[in-house]
């Protein structure tokens, strides 16, 4: 073919077998060239329903709610915790002393901190949630068997020391806005409104020492939150177990409730003096407060003489009153947000 000529093929439409027919053109697709978008939805599911990943966003719901829930005892008992021998303005009982932050702060007073402690209260639970989950599943693996109580305690300490290393910055800014509007005389009053959680946070990281201010008490709070977490798991675990009819896998909420409310009061029992402790370190370089601690031992010591066995135990009354409805409505909201994750997997999956 010369050049300039054009091929029979292009101007026929014909081009052997390579050419195209009308009823071979009907059946082409209308789109051809789209494809499928992946299923992200599915793929979401199919993730958030894994038992780690749902444990921790359960974990984290948990949090959130059970510390709205109980925040107006949770300020009191900070309040009864930092206040030291001679300090009277909140000695009288817990309904008059929750009377007395209304008149003097209002619906505020009760919910201060709240916001701060929410945001730590979600990586916190989170975390604790999601470890406990994981170290779970692997001392299973190692042992191919059910965790045994003192497995359970274990694993429950270590991943509370987990869960308070990562979130403590705010666990002590939460202590610092919960007393800095109280009516403690000895404290100097803001004028206009008080700082919030980030100012706060800075302020204390630029005149105390950067991190060390921020992790100033991390050494009580370990000491008391592996036992306290600990316990806990294993508490719950056991009551909840006992809770479980034969041949029956998963309780009614009830009986979750209630698993939740005794273990919380247990644990937080038998480490409550370890409580007092991260409270006033964490407050121990406020001025006004009345103390200044050098160690654990020499803080225990100058309790017990200054204030006797019950300054290690004070605000356990309100602690013992939001026990129930915060570890229940925790435990509780845990497990119905995780089994509802759970259940949007592909298959279905044994509950932690």
Known sequence: ???????????????????????????????????????????????????????????????????????????????????????????????????????????????????????????????????????????????GANLTAFQRLLCGGVAGITSVTFTYPLDIVRTRLSIQTASFASLAKHQGKPPGMWPTMKLMYTTEGGLRGLYRGILPTVAGVAPYVGLNFMVYEAVRGYFTSPGETNPPWYRKLAAGAISGAVAQTCTYPFDVLRRRFQVNSMSGMGYQYTSITGAITTIVKEEGIPGLYKGIMPNLLKVAPSMASSWLSFELTRDFLVSLGPEKTDPI
Do not use: H
């Open 1 to 143: 073919m010369r050049l300039g000529e054009k091929s029979p093929a292009a101007v026929t439409g014909n081009g052997g077998a390579s050419s195209t027919t009308m009823s071979e053109l009907q059946n082409i697709p209308e789109n051809p060239v789209t494809v499928s978008p992946p299923d992200v939805v599915s793929r979401l599911q199919e993730f958030v329903s894994t038992p780690f990943t749902a444990a921790f966003c359960a974990g984290g719901v948990a949090g959130a709610v059970s510390r709205t829930v109980v925040s107006p005892l949770e300020r009191l008992k900070i309040l009864y915790q930092v206040q030291s021998a001679g300090r009277n303005e909140y000695q009288m009982s817990v309904g008059k002393a929750l009377g007395k932050m209304w008149r003097d702060e209002g619906w505020r007073g009760f919910m201060r901190g709240n916001g701060t402690n929410c945001v730590r209260i979600v990586p916190y639970s989170a975390v604790q949630f999601g470890a406990f989950n994981l170290y779970k599943r692997t001392v299973e693996g190692w042992t």
